[in-house]
């Protein structure tokens, strides 16, 4: 009976399914609806089962209309009292935020898990992880709405403060998600096992889904999990809970600034038609795509209305105020920062409080050693700890880096609790990140090579492949060490390390930093009073301005600047170089013979300071005036005397200048061949000098517009397949220095009839 005296549905489903001499296994059978579920039905445990369901078995029983329509009435009947009886607010999912923006992958990522299958016993869970402030709780809240239709017995949420000092425990967990599905207090296990097996098997017959929102660990959720069937779990954590098995995981990220933008938009409303959209992108750059600082820099606007929103901007561009802008009402993005902060271990703390002193993007965990003044094993443990609770971000590279508005929390913190300690943080990863730079530099000097192996610094730099990936991977942390002495005018350190760059550069040739580094080095030769060193670090600037596309205004600014200083040091070496560079000026002015008298007062120079090296480089220079003035024949006999110096054991020259000079020398003479038409001898030296480039890998422009060359002279010798894998490469090295219009005359080569 259903309380009215009169009978229920279950009693109803009973009459027909016997009337139709059906067992509950045939019925379930004929309609799909599982016999289990037809007990529960006909026993009244399932009063008001889903309208689709009651169709399937009106129709498996053959019920004329009557029949039909009183059966779905009972059902809906059912479903009413059932919702009434269950305890109000048990568990009810939030509402949803209207603005809710962008997200479209994740969210199909979620769909995906509502339909996914697992093998039986095993039930469908998804993981989303990710760090403070990314809107997990609102996306799996946005979502769960989304999806609601499919779980016609209900959509369960649960928050289980894992951040608190006292998340919920499972048991108290199990509880309320039983008192949620509709078992009476006094009808919940007192054994905690019990109580999971009564959650699950309750699970196993309905469809449901429960969002376990801000987990604290795998402990804490196992119990929760579905044991199979349709029901799914969805659960939200700022920690990994690596220790999950079989769940489908989601790692949330930041969002990308167009989708930052349209969510600052969406929050502010009309507001935003009134502000420029430029300033709007400049916002959402500064909230670094975390949905919660958006949210509150919107919320700041609106609750302001005569603020004005590019002053806002300003202010956040300062980074020494800008987490403190973070703030509308009791929306802090310090506190949520703050939440995962305090789940950390003391020593765990201190060595996230002191990589906020790291000057680059990025870093590994031997410099997190050095910036901790910890032992490497447990700088490891320390990011195991971080990267857990989303404070920090990590790659399949072994590198780490913070969001922004996280690495200021971490200065925040740093100087708060301990600002002796940052002070004596940043003294020892300047100093580390200078010597390691210097060492590495210099393994490619021709005075200094291979440093000594019993320098225990050296770890990490076993071979001239790990000091060049050293240098190119913490470019931001030594570029930004050397600005930091330069600023506490630690003279000689800025001025060692960009000397220890010079050979090196060459390796990088189109690197974006070597003006900002000759230039600290410049002005610390400057502030030592050294005049020979200043020129020396001027003739590198007017280098770094001689690399294609190159600024002859500002080379020849350079060399002059660089040839005073150095003729009043009676600096030869220098003058000689100051000259060379205005050679280099005048050739790209297309000032052919004034080059070429510069190039040999500079040739002359050398060779008369001894200086075998920089005199054969000198004699290149003046060859290559030649070359460009169209005399090719001249220009190869030339080039070919110099080859034959490079191949002479007894010519005196280093040896490492020698393994750089040759392939260069190799690629010269091919253009030399090309332009004389003897093109099987030009494929062959432009071949050899790619190779050794190769070797060396030190791929620029030169070896690029060779590929380019080589690949031409392949398609007029009817070499097709070779010549398209040379304009590939050049298309890839063309495109690797940013020379966008080289690397698509190359591609569109690629794939060019034959």
């Not at 708060?416 to 990140?433: C, D, F, I, P």
């Not at 030592?528 to 020396?536: C, F, K, P, V, Y």
């Amino acid at each position: 009976m259903d309380g009215t005296g009169r009978p229920g549905f279950g009693e109803v489903l009973r009459g027909h399914r016997r009337a139709a001499q059906l067992t509950l296994e045939q019925l379930a059978e004929v309609s799909g609806v599982s016999a289990r579920t037809l007990s529960d039905m006909e026993r009244g445990r399932s009063k008001g089962p889903q309208a689709r369901t009651v169709t399937a078995l009106a129709d498996a029983l053959k019920l004329d209309d009557d029949g039909r329509r009183r059966l779905i009435e009972l059902a809906r009947d059912g479903r009413l009292r059932d919702h009434w009886a269950r305890r109000g607010g048990l568990c009810e999912l939030p509402r949803i935020v209207e603005d809710f923006t962008g997200r479209a992958e994740e969210l199909i990522w979620l769909s995906e898990l509502v339909y996914a299958e697992s093998s039986p016993g095993v039930g469908v869970v998804g993981l989303i992880t990710g760090s403070a402030g990314l809107g997990k709780t609102t996306f799996a809240v946005r979502a769960a709405h989304t999806v609601r239709p499919s779980f016609p017995d209900g959509v369960l949420f649960l928050d289980l403060f894992g951040m608190s000092q006292r998340p919920v425990t499972a048991d108290d967990a199990l509880r309320q998600l039983l008192r949620a599905l509709g078992v009476a207090d006094q009808h919940v296990p007192g054994d905690p096992q019990e109580r999971a097996s009564l959650y699950r098997s309750l699970l196993r017959d309905k469809r449901v889904l429960v969002v376990l929102d801000n987990a604290a660990s795998e402990e804490q959720v196992r119990p929760l999990l579905p044991g199979g069937g349709t029901s799914r779990a969805l659960i939200t954590t700022r920690r990994l809970l690596a220790g999950l098995e079989g769940v489908r995981r989601l790692v949330l990220g930041p969002l990308q600034v167009p989708e930052s933008t349209e969510l600052l938009a969406g929050i502010l409303g009309e507001r935003s038609a009134h502000d420029e959209e430029s300033t709007l992108t400049r916002l959402a750059e500064l909230c670094g795509g975390l949905p919660l600082a958006l949210r509150i820099i919107g919320n700041r606007l609106l609750s302001r209305p005569d603020w004005d929103a590019a002053q806002l901007a300003a202010r956040l561009a300062d980074e020494g105020r800008r987490l403190d802008q973070f703030k509308a009402g009791d929306l802090k993005i310090a506190h949520a920062f703050g939440l995962s902060y305090e789940q950390l271990p003391d020593s765990a703390r201190q060595v996230f409080r002191s990589l906020a002193v790291v000057p680059g993007r990025d870093f590994d965990a031997v410099l997190t050693a050095v910036a901790g003044g910890t032992p490497i094993a447990d700088a490891w443990d320390a990011l195991d700890e971080l990267v857990d609770l989303g404070l920090l971000q990590d790659s399949t590279d072994g590198r780490y880096r913070f969001h922004d508005l996280v690495r200021l929390f971490a200065r925040d913190r740093l100087l708060e609790e301990e600002s002796e300690a940052g002070a004596q943080a940043t003294e020892r990863v300047t100093s580390w990140l200078l010597r390691m730079a210097t060492l590495s530099g210099r393994w490619f000097e021709p005075g200094y090579g291979r440093p000594d192996r019993s320098d225990p610094d050296l770890a990490v730099l076993s071979s001239e492949e790990e000091a060049d990936g050293w240098l190119r991977v913490n470019v931001d942390n030594w570029l930004g060490a050397m600005r930091a002495a330069a600023g506490s005018g630690r003279h000689s350190l800025v001025l060692d390390c960009a000397e220890s760059m010079h050979w090196f550069s060459d390796r990088w040739l189109h690197s974006p930093h070597w003006q900002e580094v000759f230039t600290l080095g410049a002005e610390a030769a400057a502030a030592l009073g050294d005049l020979a060193q200043q020129a020396t670090q001027l003739n590198y600037l007017a280098w770094v301005h001689s690399v294609p596309p190159g600024d002859p205004e500002a080379v020849l600014r350079y060399a002059v600047e660089a040839l005073e200083l150095a003729t009043r040091s009676d600096a030869g070496a220098q003058i000689a170089w100051a000259h060379e560079y205005t050679a280099d000026a005048l050739l790209m002015l297309g000032r052919h013979d004034e080059a070429l008298v510069s190039s040999s007062q500079a040739a002359r120079i050398f060779q008369a300071i001894g200086d075998i090296d920089s005199y054969v480089q000198s004699n290149a220079a003046m060859t290559k005036c030649l070359f460009d003035d169209g005399r090719y024949a001249e220009a190869l006999e030339r080039y070919l005397e110099l080859l034959a110096v490079l191949d002479d054991p007894e010519s005196g020259m280093t040896p490492s200048v020698v393994v750089h000079s040759r392939p260069l020398a190799l690629l010269r003479i091919g253009s030399c061949l090309r332009h004389l038409g003897r093109h099987a001898e030009a494929i062959t030296a432009l071949s050899e000098g790619i190779d050794l480039v190769d070797k060396l890998r030190a791929s620029d422009y030169r070896q690029a517009d060779a590929l380019e060359t080589l690949a031409s002279l392949l398609a007029g010798e009817g070499r097709t397949d070779e010549s398209r894998r040379a304009y590939g490469r050049a298309a890839q090295i063309f495109a690797s220095i940013g020379d966008t219009g080289a690397s698509s005359r190359c591609q569109a080569l690629v794939s060019a009839p034959a």
